[in-house]
């Protein structure tokens, strides 16, 4: 319970890719090159790019730019390209030194997106953010199983393993909230509120480091063939 209660530092950092993000690109990033991106690809294979088209409906938000949704559909996009080759990368390698750097990773991405201005930057953002979640995700449901559940107990363990993403999508919505408005809005500083949340990450990534070394003795970190 000590484990995953430390773990749901992680999500709470993880939901605000989908709290707080699209409130952000709302707010403070000028998509508009993107969406101006849009519709070349989409004229260049035949698309109407024309004022009220489909390709308009879909992508393009109130004030010309792209629709926050589609900036958090990136991370949707590189999982399902990239999980397994992620996965097979990382299968010889310990299980808490991958969720370690893809802890790392995505407290990275965090100060991409808050220091990045740019919707680009936004983009490779939350690209890296979805690597850092390739590694971190499925490796810390390995280490439940593995260095954390007795043997006869491993199925149990993972309902309890849900606990904390329970915690920290409750936890991270009410964080959201007070942070973005007395933060990025009420103070104009959303790098501050980013950086927050990535120094959030950072500090569930050295509690996790933490508590294996008070636990190691009677844990294995190498996965089980």
């Known amino acids: 319970m000590l484990f995953l209660l430390l773990l749901s530092s992680f999500w709470i950092a993880y939901n605000q890719l989908f709290l707080t993000l699209p409130l952000y690109i709302q707010d403070s990033i000028d998509s508009r090159p993107v969406m101006e991106m849009i519709y070349s690809l989409g004229a260049a294979i035949g698309f109407d790019t ?8 879909i992508f393009m938000d109130s004030n ?16 399902i390209c990239f999980q397994v080759l992620v996965s097979v990368l990382n299968s010889r390698m310990k299980p808490l030194i991958t969720i370690m750097l893809g802890i790392m990773l995505t407290a990275f991405s965090f100060l991409l997106i808050g220091f990045g201005h740019s919707p680009w930057l ?55 909230g007070t942070l973005y408005k007395q933060i990025a809005v009420e103070q104009g500083a959303p790098e501050l509120m980013w950086t927050i949340f990535a120094s959030l990450s950072l500090v569930c990534c050295g509690l996790i480091f933490a508590y294996h070394l008070k ?11």
């Open 50 to 57: 024309g004022e009220g088209s489909q390709l308009a409906n």
């Open 215 to 225: 636990v190691g003795k009677r844990m294995t970190l190498t996965p089980e063939s």
């Open 122 to 176: 936004i983009i490779l953002g939350v690209a890296i953010f979805s690597f850092g979640e390739m590694m971190a995700s499925p490796k810390a449901k390995e280490y439940t199983a593995h260095s954390v559940a007795p043997k006869d107990k491993v199925g149990l363990y993972m309902g309890y393993y849900m606990w904390s993403n329970a915690l920290g999508s409750l936890f991270g919505g009410l964080l959201s």
């Open 64 to 79: 010309g730019g792209v629709k926050p949704e589609h900036f958090v559909n990136v991370n949707a996009f590189c999982i």
